[in-house]
């Protein structure tokens, strides 16, 4: 018999589980498909933002969008179209249910519980097709998979998933669409022109070091780099906050740590008000790079 088993919505940046169905299946192989759905959804952002994984006897299928997963489990024998119409069902019903914000500061796992019930009753409702019949049109799903085929993940993605590939990112490059950021918000604008308002004082300080040394050989060529060190920080932060990058997070803290090295070794050229100006700015560049979030993934279009 077809029918859909279980279902889960999780966020995509970190995994952390939001909703699911209520699950009373006990199969062995079921619990291990599970598994692999549950390895799978803290990795979303590494694959397409449709795709099936065949597990022996059942099926998982996975959608996401705004910075949001919806996940399932079907026997193999399912329709693809009713599985992807399933998730597609979950994904409207949730966006409009709750805004981006709310999602995105959730902390503990299953905040949107209540979320289940929507959950329960559809897929109920997908496993009595034909009460489906005349409620649902699938001839619109149909046509978008057939234009543009749900990824099929090997059993080489499947290791990956339940481990870790070197190469697992740059696999996907030219299949998963691009990321696409939040909105920047007025205090984003902001950080950016104080951020390259520092990297441009950085440079003009940097310039007249170098005139420095020109006209006595006295001077310490260290300045000029720390100077030019600051510069590309300030506006590698600006970078990283208007795109995306892997390992984002890390890098505009390793950028702030070197404003501030830079800042430190000036001590002698700065007084104490400048050096916290600096800082402060890099630190408020690095939080803003932090809140802008990625929603998902930007429309592909060499479908």
Not at 21 to 44: A, P
Not at 166 to 191: D, F, M, N, R, W
Request: overall charge positive; some cysteine; charged content about 20%.
């Amino acid at each position: 018999m077809s029918m859909v088993l279980f279902a889960s919505v999780v966020r995509v940046g970190d995994g952390l589980p939001l909703s699911a169905s209520t699950d009373y299946e006990q199969d062995k192989e079921l619990q291990e498909t599970k598994r692999h759905l549950k390895g799978l959804s803290k990795k979303l952002s590494q694959f397409p933002d449709r795709c099936t994984l065949r597990t022996g006897p059942y099926n998982v299928n996975f959608t996401s969008s705004l910075g949001v997963g919806y996940l399932m489990v079907c026997t193999a024998n399912y329709p693809n179209v009713l599985a992807f119409c399933f998730l597609d069902e979950l994904q409207k019903e949730f966006i409009v249910t709750y805004d981006t914000k709310r999602i995105r500061s959730a902390v503990r796992p299953y905040s949107f519980i209540e979320f289940d019930t929507f959950i329960q009753k559809t897929k109920q409702r997908y496993n009595s097709p034909r009460s489906l019949s005349t409620k649902i049109n699938l001839a619109d799903m149909q046509t978008e998979i057939k234009l543009r085929p749900p990824y099929q993940l090997s059993p080489e993605d499947l290791r990956s998933i339940n481990g870790f590939s070197v190469h697992a990112a740059s696999k996907y490059k030219g299949i998963a669409p691009t990321q696409i950021l939040e909105p920047v918000t007025l205090s984003g604008i902001v950080s950016c022109v104080l951020s390259v308002l520092c990297g441009g004082l950085n440079l003009l300080r940097g310039v007249h070091a170098i005139e420095s040394i020109l006209q006595n050989d006295d001077e310490d060529f260290n300045y000029v780099i720390a100077f030019f060190l600051g510069t590309a920080a300030c506006l590698y932060q600006c970078y990283l906050f208007a795109y995306f990058s892997v390992w984002r997070n890390s890098k505009s803290f390793l950028a702030f740590a070197l404003i501030c090295l830079s800042n430190m070794y000036l001590y002698e050229l700065r007084n104490m008000w400048q050096i916290l100006f600096h800082v402060a700015v890099g630190a408020f560049m690095t939080l803003q790079i932090r809140l802008r979030q990625p929603l998902g993934k930007a429309p592909d279009y060499n479908v």
